[in-house]
């Protein structure tokens, strides 16, 4: 369960960090960039949870 968690979780904060990334404002558009390191971040952290299993 925790990788499709993390997988969901890191979706829509790179989702989110793309949309921030578009606006006008130099410290919003950097705020995107660091949420959608985080979406990704999150996202591997969920394929290895899938690969090894929850326990980790």
Known sequence: ??????????????AAGKIKQQSDNPETREEGA???????????S????GALGDDI
Request: a positive charge.
């Open 46 to 49: 969920g394929k290895v949870k």
């Open 1 to 14: 369960m925790g990788e499709l968690k993390d997988k969901v979780k890191g979706n829509l904060n790179e």
């Open 34 to 44: 660091e949420q959608e390191g985080k979406g990704k971040a999150q996202q591997f």
